[in-house]
Structure formats: C-alpha cells, structure tokens
C-alpha cells in the first residue's frame, strides 16, 4: 500500500502514520524527520536546511524531491511507504508523479486529516508540553509564532493539494478532530473500501446467524432456506462489515471493486435466500 498523508501541523499526520506503520507493516517516510536528521548530521543538505526550518519556511523543492527519489529507490520500499509531509506544494506533488511513473510504483491513495485551525495550536501546546515533561528535546520551530507562519504556508502552499488529488480521484478525506482511536479506525475503514488493504472479515456462520435474526418476523422456514443458501455458498470466501460511507475520489472508483471481491459470499446468499423465502410467505398469506 502506498500513502500520502496531507493536514496542517498538528493534525495528527505522524501518529497515524505510526499506527499504519504497525498495522501494515509500511514504512514511513516523513520529509521533517529525514530534514531534522540532516540538521542534527551536518550534512550539506542539514546545513542548507536548518535556518529554513527554523524559520517555519519550507525548505526548497529540489532538495525534498531528491531526498524523496533516493529514498523510494531503497529496497525496504517493497511493502509499501506512507508519505508524511511529502508533497507539500503543487510543483513537489507534480514531480512526485514523475517518480512513481519512472519507478512504477502506483498510489493508492491521498488521506486527508481535515482539522479546525484553532484547534491545531492547542495540540502542539500539548504536543510541547507532555514532550517537555518525558525530558524529550523540543522542536524549535514548535513555538506559537512560528506554528503560525507553518499554517499560512500550508494555507497557500500546501491546501491547493487538496485539489490536485480530488481531481486525480485519489482523495479520501478524514476528520481529524475526533479521537486519535476514531480516526485511526475511519482511516482504517476507509482504506478497506477502497481494495486498499484486507476489508475487516466476518465467518460464514456468523453471516448465518444474521441471516437468522433478519428472518425471524418471516417465520421458521426462512431461516432453514437461508442456512441451506449459507452453506452452498462457496467455502473459505469471507464477507465485509464494512460499510461504504464517506468516500469520495478514490473510495468512489475502487469500492465496487472491493465491493466486488466480497460478492458471492455467504452473507450475500444467505440474505437472497431470505429474501425470496419472505416472498413466499408473503404470498401465500396472500393467498389464504
Ligand atoms: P514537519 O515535521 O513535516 O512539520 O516538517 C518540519 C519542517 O521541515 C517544515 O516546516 C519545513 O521547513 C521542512 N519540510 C518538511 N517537509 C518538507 C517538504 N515536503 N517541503 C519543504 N519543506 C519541508
């Protein structure tokens, strides 16, 4: 799976990206983390960036999209990559396309934690101070002054994204001010309805079992015809519990897909079977 994860400073972008991490295995690539490492190393690229960073500016182009290329050509790549702060301006986003096209790698898919900007200072007060008290040295540019300054450049620079993947039909967008747990579980579930990662799976028995409480008010006999129908429906294929909600760009496209893939189920015969069962009855009530 390969990720792009877009929001302002302080949406919540590294922790989830930590959560994907363990989840699925993907390697994060976080252009501030690697910028923070050159800073600390002095290297040529450190050194080029430090007083850019510190100033809450953004570092220019050609160095991110160079740091970005070398790393994408690395071979732990293989199971996929979650870019964190990476593209952040139109011309960075373009080139970025350039390299996936070259490298033949495909993304999946532009995950945007859509937060309240007055909220977001809150959180990197908080942010600051719990880091503070584990004794954890704190970034310089994580002050009320230069967050604003971040905000702005994201306003103007890195907001027209937003737009340059909806077009693409490779936006899905989250909202980022429910709990870190709620959005970790949206993140997830949307990335299920898009064929993006396994969707969550529920047993053929289980599929039953609901087929038997919807065909309850029908009588007996359509909960025996919907097990018939459970059990003739192909083995070892699972059903979905997600469902397909806010999805808009690449969820639209992709989720008949996944859609597709659960099709022929259990849960799906056995709710046609219920279905028809119901018909039934209908109908011979009907008649008497
Ligand atoms: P972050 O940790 O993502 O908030 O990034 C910290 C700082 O690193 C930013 O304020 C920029 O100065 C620089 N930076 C990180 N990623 C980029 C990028 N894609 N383009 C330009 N500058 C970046």
Do not use: C, W
């Amino acid at each position: 799976m390969r990720l792009i994860l877009l929001g302002p400073p302080g949406a919540g972008k590294g922790t989830q990206a930590q959560r994907l991490v363990q989840k699925y295995g993907l390697v994060q690539l976080s252009t501030g983390e690697m910028l923070r490492a050159a800073v600390a190393a002095e290297t040529p690229v450190g050194l080029q960036a430090k007083d850019v960073m510190a100033s809450g500016s953004l570092v220019p182009d050609e160095i991110v999209i160079g740091i970005i290329s070398d790393r994408l050509d690395q071979p732990d790549m293989k199971n996929g990559f979650i870019l964190d702060g990476f593209p952040r301006t139109v011309p960075q986003a373009a080139a970025l396309d350039e390299l996936l096209k070259k490298k033949h790698i495909k993304l999946d898919a532009v995950v945007e934690l859509r937060v309240n900007e007055s909220a977001l200072l809150d959180r990197v007060e908080t942010r600051v101070a719990e880091m503070r008290a584990r004794g954890e040295e704190v970034r310089i540019d994580d002050t009320p002054e230069v967050l604003s300054k971040r905000l702005a450049n994201y306003r103007t620079l890195t907001e027209p994204l937003i737009h340059y993947y909806s077009e693409r039909r490779k936006l899905l967008t989250v909202d980022g001010m429910m709990t870190i747990e709620h959005v970790t579980r949206e993140i997830n579930r949307i990335l299920a309805a898009i064929g993006a990662v396994e969707p969550k799976v529920v047993s053929a028995k289980k599929a039953v079992g609901a087929a038997r409480k919807t065909a309850k008010p029908a009588g007996k006999k359509v909960a025996k015809t919907a097990k018939k129908a459970a059990k003739a429906a192909p083995k070892g294929k699972k059903t979905t519990s997600s469902k397909a909600g806010r999805v808009t760009g690449a969820g639209r496209k992709a989720a008949p897909a996944a859609k597709g893939r659960a099709a022929g189920t259990a849960k799906k015969a056995a709710k046609k079977a219920v279905r028809k069962a119901s018909k039934k009855v209908t109908k011979k009530r009907a008649k008497r």
